[in-house]
Nanobody, 127 residues
Framework: QVQLVESGGGLVQPGGSLRLSCTGS????????IGWFRQAPGNEREGISC????????FYGDSVKGRFTIFRDYAKNTVYLQMTNLTPEDTAVYYC????????????????????WGNGTSVTVSS
């Protein structure tokens, strides 16, 4: 079992930045694949980024590549999503999740493949 809590969302102007946090309890997140997902109103949940066990591999979806960065803080048991150059299309509820499978060399952002989810944090990009 693992509990995930997202934080850091809010209202930001276009072109601005936010850093989202996914803090875990019950397990060491460093040992597992962690993904970030988002869901805009009326849309399906989509995977946008992930990081594999340790810091071996990261992946970004086309919609965020070059603007978002995923990274870990081992001491804080937290995975971050640094978001820059935000646009109104980035408005969504953002979730982190894990499949709780240890030792993965490559991460994934398959919604159905995740077993544990946080409750989400809302991001609104608007002027």
């Amino acid at each position: 079992q693992v509990q995930l809590v997202e934080s850091g969302g809010g209202l930001v102007q276009p072109g601005g930045s936010l850093r989202l946090s996914c803090t875990g309890s019950g397990r060491t997140l460093y040992d597992y694949n962690i993904g970030w997902f988002r869901q805009a109103p009326g849309n399906e949940r989509e995977g946008i980024s992930c990081i594999s066990t340790g810091d071996g591999n990261t992946f970004y979806g086309d919609s965020v590549k070059g603007r978002f960065t995923i990274f870990r803080d081992y001491a804080k048991n937290t995975v971050y999503l640094q978001m820059t150059n935000l646009t109104p299309e980035d408005t969504a509820v953002y979730y982190c999740a894990t499949d709780l499978i240890p030792g993965t060399a490559y991460c994934h952002i398959t919604v159905d493949g995740m077993s544990y989810w946080g409750n989400g944090t809302s991001v609104t990009v608007s002027s």
